[in-house]
C-alpha cells in the first residue's frame, strides 16, 4: 500500500507520519495496522513507490502535508550513522519552525530502552514526550497517545531535558512581597482600653516589620547578640552552691571517697563516669545530706577543677583528684571550708578571687587540667583573697600521677596556712 493509496479526500481521520529505520519495518507495521483502530491515518513510505526524485519529492510533500509525524526511535537507529530517516526527521523538525510552540506535531515512540538523553536524534525531539512501544506491539500507551492526537487535547508535559533543568534552576527567583507597616488604629469612643492595647500590639508588629527589612547580615548580628546577652543572663543567674559542714554533718564523705575509688577504677556507672557535670554532682553529694551551719567562719572555698571538654580520661581524673581533696578537707577542717558547685573555666585568678570575695572567704582552692595529647597536667592553686595573690602552685602530669598522693600535697598545705 503506497502513501497515495492512503490519502483519500473520503477520509477524515487526522494522519500520521511514520518514520523509521528499514530493519524495524516488521514493528512498525504492527504499529501502522493499530493507527486506524485508534482513529488515525497512517502514511507509511511502502516499497512500491518510485524510486528517484519522484520518491523524494513525495515524502516531502507527505511530511509537509500530514497532521503528526511519528518517528521510531530504537536501537537500529541509533546503530545507523547515515540513513534516509534521518533526513525525514530533519524535514520535520524544520517544519515546527513555523509552528507555534504549543502545536502538537512531533511525537516520537520507541521500541525497545533506548534512553532519551543521549539517544541520537534531533534535540527537538527531547522537548516533547516519548512514548514507549516494546516491539510495536499496540499498548495502553500507544491508545492513550492516539485518544490524545484525535480529541485535539493539548500536549503532554514536555520532559525535563537537562538543558532545561539547568535553565529552571538558574531561573531568577520572584522577589519577595515586602511586608507593609500595619495601619494605626483608630480610638472609639468608650474603648480607650482598648484602643491602647492595640497602639502596644501596632508598636510591635511595625517595629517587627522595620526589622524585616534590614539587611540579612545586620539581621544575624542582632540575633548573635541577643543570644549572647540571654546567655549571659543565665549565667549570672545561676545560683552557686554553696554549703558550710559543722562536724555532725560529715557522714556522706564516705560516699564522696567511695565515689571517687569507683572512678578511678572504672566501675562506675556510664552516666556517672561520663557526665560532664560530674565535679558538680560530687559536691552536691555532699551538700545534699547537710544542712547549712549559720554560726560557721568560712576560710577557704574550694572549687572544682576543670577539664577539656571531650576528654573523659582528663574529666575522671580531675574528678577523683578532686573528690580526695574535698573529703580531706571538710574531714579536719569541716568549719572552715565552703563549696563552690559550678568549676571554673580556665585558671583564671581574677575569677577565682572573685567567687571568693563573694563567699567571704580568705583562699581560694581551684585547679584544672590543661595541655594537649600526652602533655596533660593537673594545676592546684591555693589563692589569697585579701592580696591577690597566688600563695601555692602546684602542677601534676598525669602520666603517673597518684590522687591520694595529690589530694595528701593539698590537704597539707591547707593545714600549713590554717596553722599560719
Given at each position: 500500500?503506497?502513501?497515495?493509496?492512503?490519502?483519500?479526500?473520503?477520509?477524515?481521520?487526522?494522519?500520521?507520519?511514520?518514520?523509521?529505520?528499514?530493519?524495524?519495518?516488521?514493528?512498525?507495521?504492527?504499529?501502522?495496522?493499530?493507527?486506524?483502530?485508534?482513529?488515525?491515518?497512517?502514511?507509511?513510505?511502502?516499497?512500491?513507490?518510485?524510486?528517484?526524485?519522484?520518491?523524494?519529492?513525495?515524502?516531502?510533500?507527505?511530511?509537509?502535508?500530514?497532521?503528526?509525524?511519528?518517528?521510531?526511535?530504537?536501537?537500529?537507529?541509533?546503530?545507523?550513522?547515515?540513513?534516509?530517516?534521518?533526513?525525514?526527521?530533519?524535514?520535520?523538525?524544520?517544519?515546527?519552525?513555523?509552528?507555534?510552540?504549543?502545536?502538537?506535531?512531533?511525537?516520537?515512540?520507541?521500541?525497545?530502552?533506548?534512553?532519551?538523553?543521549?539517544?541520537?536524534?534531533?534535540?527537538?525531539?527531547?522537548?516533547?514526550?516519548?512514548?514507549?512501544?516494546?516491539?510495536?506491539?499496540?499498548?495502553?500507551?500507544?491508545?492513550?497517545?492516539?485518544?490524545?492526537?484525535?480529541?485535539?487535547?493539548?500536549?503532554?508535559?514536555?520532559?525535563?531535558?537537562?538543558?532545561?533543568?539547568?535553565?529552571?534552576?538558574?531561573?531568577?527567583?520572584?522577589?519577595?512581597?515586602?511586608?507593609?507597616?500595619?495601619?494605626?488604629?483608630?480610638?472609639?469612643?468608650?474603648?480607650?482600653?482598648?484602643?491602647?492595647?492595640?497602639?502596644?500590639?501596632?508598636?510591635?508588629?511595625?517595629?517587627?516589620v522595620g526589622f524585616q527589612r534590614f539587611?540579612?547580615?545586620?539581621?544575624?548580628?542582632?540575633?548573635?547578640?541577643?543570644?549572647?546577652?540571654?546567655?549571659?543572663?543565665?549565667?549570672?543567674?545561676?545560683?552557686?552552691?554553696?554549703?558550710?559542714?559543722?562536724?555532725?554533718q560529715v557522714k556522706n564523705i564516705a560516699?564522696?571517697?567511695?565515689?571517687?575509688?569507683?572512678?578511678?577504677?572504672?566501675?562506675?556507672?556510664?552516666?556517672?563516669?561520663?557526665?560532664?557535670?560530674?565535679?558538680?554532682?560530687?559536691?552536691?553529694?555532699?551538700?545534699?545530706?547537710?544542712?547549712?551551719?549559720?554560726?560557721?567562719?568560712?576560710?577557704?572555698?574550694?572549687?572544682?577543677?576543670?577539664?577539656?571538654?571531650?576528654?573523659?580520661?582528663?574529666?575522671?581524673?580531675?574528678?577523683?583528684?578532686?573528690?580526695?581533696?574535698?573529703?580531706?578537707?571538710?574531714?579536719?577542717?569541716?568549719?572552715?571550708?565552703?563549696?563552690?558547685?559550678?568549676?571554673?573555666?580556665?585558671?583564671?585568678?581574677?575569677?577565682?578571687?572573685?567567687?571568693?570575695?563573694?563567699?567571704?572567704?580568705?583562699?581560694?582552692?581551684?585547679?584544672?587540667?590543661?595541655?594537649?595529647?600526652?602533655?596533660?597536667?593537673?594545676?592546684?592553686?591555693?589563692?589569697?583573697?585579701?592580696?591577690?595573690?597566688?600563695?601555692?602552685?602546684?602542677?601534676?602530669?598525669?602520666?603517673?600521677?597518684?590522687?591520694?598522693?595529690?589530694?595528701?600535697?593539698?590537704?597539707?598545705?591547707?593545714?600549713?596556712?590554717?596553722?599560719?
Open positions: 500500500m503506497s502513501a497515495d493509496d492512503l490519502q483519500t479526500p473520503d477520509c477524515p481521520c487526522p494522519t500520521v507520519f511514520l518514520s523509521y529505520a528499514k530493519e524495524d519495518r516488521a514493528a512498525v507495521q504492527l504499529i501502522r495496522d493499530a493507527l486506524p483502530n485508534f482513529g488515525l491515518e497512517a502514511w507509511y513510505d511502502e516499497s512500491d513507490l518510485l524510486g528517484g526524485d519522484a520518491w523524494d519529492q513525495k515524502i516531502r510533500r507527505q511530511i509537509r502535508d500530514c497532521d503528526f509525524f511519528m518517528p521510531v526511535i530504537s536501537a537500529n537507529t541509533e546503530a545507523r550513522r547515515e540513513g534516509y530517516f534521518r533526513r525525514e526527521w530533519r524535514l520535520a523538525v524544520e517544519r515546527t519552525l513555523d509552528m507555534t510552540d504549543d502545536t502538537v506535531f512531533l511525537v516520537p515512540v520507541v521500541l525497545d530502552d533506548t534512553a532519551e538523553a543521549p539517544a541520537r536524534v534531533p534535540d527537538k525531539f527531547r522537548t516533547v514526550q516519548w512514548t514507549r512501544i516494546p516491539g510495536g506491539q499496540p499498548n495502553a500507551a500507544l491508545q492513550a497517545l492516539c485518544h490524545r492526537l484525535v480529541s485535539g487535547e493539548a500536549e503532554a508535559p514536555p520532559v525535563q531535558t537537562p538543558a532545561t533543568r539547568t535553565r529552571a534552576r538558574h531561573r531568577a527567583p520572584p522577589p519577595p512581597r515586602r511586608r507593609e507597616f500595619p495601619a494605626f488604629p483608630r480610638e472609639q469612643p468608650g474603648q480607650r482600653a482598648r484602643f491602647w492595647a492595640r497602639v502596644v500590639i501596632w508598636t510591635l508588629q511595625s517595629t517587627w539587611p540579612k547580615w545586620v539581621r544575624v548580628i542582632v540575633y548573635f547578640w541577643i543570644a549572647v546577652l540571654l546567655l549571659q543572663w543565665g549565667t549570672s543567674s545561676s545560683r552557686h552552691d554553696t554549703q558550710v559542714l559543722s562536724p555532725a560516699q564522696i571517697e567511695r565515689l571517687a575509688l569507683a572512678l578511678k577504677n572504672g566501675s562506675g556507672s556510664p552516666s556517672d563516669a561520663n557526665a560532664a557535670n560530674k565535679p558538680a554532682k560530687i559536691t552536691s553529694t555532699a551538700a545534699a545530706a547537710t544542712s547549712a551551719a549559720p554560726n560557721a567562719q568560712p576560710s577557704a572555698l574550694v572549687i572544682p577543677f576543670f577539664a577539656p571538654p571531650g576528654d573523659s580520661h582528663a574529666l575522671k581524673f580531675a574528678t577523683t583528684v578532686f573528690a580526695k581533696v574535698y573529703g580531706r578537707l571538710i574531714a579536719t577542717w569541716h568549719e572552715h571550708i565552703v563549696l563552690s558547685v559550678t568549676p571554673l573555666l580556665s585558671l583564671d585568678s581574677a575569677a577565682a578571687e572573685a567567687r571568693g570575695r563573694t563567699e567571704h572567704s580568705n583562699y581560694v582552692l581551684y585547679g584544672g587540667i590543661l595541655g594537649h595529647a600526652t602533655k596533660l597536667a593537673l594545676t592546684i592553686r591555693i589563692n589569697s583573697v585579701a592580696n591577690d595573690s597566688i600563695l601555692w602552685s602546684k602542677t601534676y602530669p598525669l602520666a603517673g600521677a597518684h590522687p591520694a598522693r595529690i589530694a595528701s600535697d593539698t590537704a597539707a598545705e591547707v593545714a600549713r596556712l590554717e596553722s599560719d
